[in-house]
């Protein structure tokens, strides 16, 4: 049973409200967040306490769970200075509770609120592309060392591992070609070098969507441990510069600027960092066919889909590119 084909949870707010009350002993509203596959809410108590109520999909894994609580943790306990949610422990004094409902049964955390803007609310100029590659520098600084048995599995949005691509691009109706074009890149240019490349636990979800800057404008804290699994180093900027790539027309100097804050927190070698350009653009036909994939399956989920037609227009454009050419300009700039 995958998370990714299993209907998500559907608690109503009053549902989520009474499920707090329950298992915690906290009277609070609940107002629903959007995620891709579990279901989340904001939950004000009467105190004006914020909470996050977290309910799992039913194909979730309980060792996923634990291992993101406990990534989190070791996160704050490395470097206090970046927030992380933690998690709250209920009545049974347990952080991962079994909520049945009907047949199903669910698995509910409540983790700290971290307050802030999301970074994909405020202009991306030069100076904050910078620093949201130095955030994630230093967050791969305060995971080194960092792992758990859970982390070694099967993920579809691990770059380093394309065999979901390769399952399910035949979802794709017309532009097949063009995520095989990258595919092919990958397969001649990363897989023969995998040995160069270093592996860890990384966040693998430093989006936009996820980051937080604080009222200053500095980027404080980070959100949503969901995609954390052992994969390339190299695969934490390249999330980011992703994300950043599908916002611009010209990206080279933006994502380049992810990659030298990265570089200079956390130093990658030269195969990683001429590697980068091609996890990118994985990462992109990942976004594509998952939104294929799914999107048949939960056509109501409008998330599924958010950044679909970014993602292709970035793929179209960068099949006429050269990705040698990109790779080793990435590199003269990070160093």
């Known amino acids: ?28 509203n609940a107002i629903p967040l959007t995620s891709e596959r579990d279901q989340n809410f904001i939950c004000s108590t009467h105190d004006s306490q914020k909470l996050v109520l977290k309910i799992s999909n039913p194909g979730e894994d309980r060792g996923v769970l634990e291992m ?45 609120y971290l307050p802030g803007i999301l970074l994909n609310d405020i202009s991306h100029n030069l100076s904050v592309l910078y620093d949201w590659g130095s955030f994630l520098g230093r967050l791969c600084v305060a995971m080194s060392g960092f792992d758990h048995s859970a982390a070694n599995r ?26 095989d074009h990258f595919l092919g890149l990958y397969e001649q240019n990363v897989c023969p070098n995998a040995t160069n490349l270093r592996r860890a636990v ?16 500095d980027i404080c804290g980070i959100i949503d441990f969901g995609d954390v699994v052992k994969s ?34 956390f130093p990658l070698t030269t195969d990683e960092l001429l590697s980068v350009i091609f996890l990118v653009c994985i990462r992109s036909c990942i976004t594509v066919t998952m939104a294929a994939y799914r999107k048949k399956l939960f056509p109501e989920n409008e998330y599924i889909s958010v950044s679909e037609e970014k993602a292709w227009h ?7 590119e050269d990705l040698h050419e990109w790779g080793q300009a990435l590199l003269n700039y990070a160093e």
């Open 154 to 179: 099967e993920f579809q949005w691990d770059i380093s591992n394309i065999d979901f691509i390769k399952c399910h691009k035949h979802h794709i109706s017309d532009s097949e070609d063009v995520v």
């Open 314 to 320: 970035f793929l179209k454009k960068m099949r006429t």
């Open 202 to 217: 990384i966040h693998n979800d430093g989006h936009g969507h996820n980051i937080l800057v604080s009222n200053d404008g």
């Open 232 to 265: 390339f180093v190299a695969c934490e900027p390249a999330v980011g510069m992703a994300s950043v790539a599908l916002e611009k027309e010209e990206p080279l100097e933006s994502i380049a600027q992810v990659l030298k804050g990265f570089h200079e927190k």
């Open 1 to 28: 049973m995958s998370t990714f084909s299993t209907p998500p949870p559907s608690f109503s707010t009053e549902e989520a409200s009474d499920m707090v009350f329950e298992l915690y002993d906290l009277a609070a």
């Open 68 to 112: 993101q609580n406990v990534c989190m943790k070791y996160i704050h306990d490395h470097d206090a200075t970046l927030q992380v949610p933690y998690v709250i422990t209920s009545n049974e004094a347990t952080d991962i509770i079994e909520y049945t409902k009907g047949s199903t049964t669910y698995l509910v955390r409540l983790v700290s």
